[in-house]
Nanobody, 115 residues
Framework: QVQLVESGGGLVQPGGSLRLSCAASGTIFTIYDMGWYRQAPVKERELVAAISPGGGTVYADSVKGRVTISRDHAQNTIYLHMNSLKPEDTSVYYC?????????WGKGALVTVSS
């Protein structure tokens, strides 16, 4: 079984920064793509950023230039560095990983951007 655990969420003021972490643990041979999604109330879950094993990245247009995804292969961990946060970034952020061909999700981390 594989578990994904997010951390680093919280309350931040507009214009502030935050870093989310997601650590994968359990029986793991190969982790392929990993990514961050978010879901705000009454909205569909959307991709924020994704990273391939080789380091290739994809970002949603709404976060380009403000967000950086990174990966630590040794720790089976990905990070989401978010800057210049806006109230519309308020969401539950979910980590996703393809592990040995199966898709796993974390339980989510709430990020609230408010003054």
């Amino acid at each position: 079984q594989v578990q994904l655990v997010e951390s680093g969420g919280g309350l931040v003021q507009p214009g502030g920064s935050l870093r989310l972490s997601c650590a994968a643990s359990g029986t793991i041979f190969t982790i392929y793509d990993m990514g961050w999604y978010r879901q705000a109330p009454v909205k569909e879950r959307e991709l924020v950023a994704a990273i391939s094993p080789g380091g290739g990245t994809v970002y949603a247009d709404s976060v380009k230039g403000r967000v950086t995804i990174s990966r630590d292969h040794a720790q089976n961990t990905i990070y989401l560095h978010m800057n210049s946060l806006k109230p519309e970034d308020t969401s539950v952020y979910y980590c996703d990983a393809n592990v040995d061909g199966m898709d796993y999700w974390g339980k989510g981390a709430l990020v609230t951007v408010s003054s």
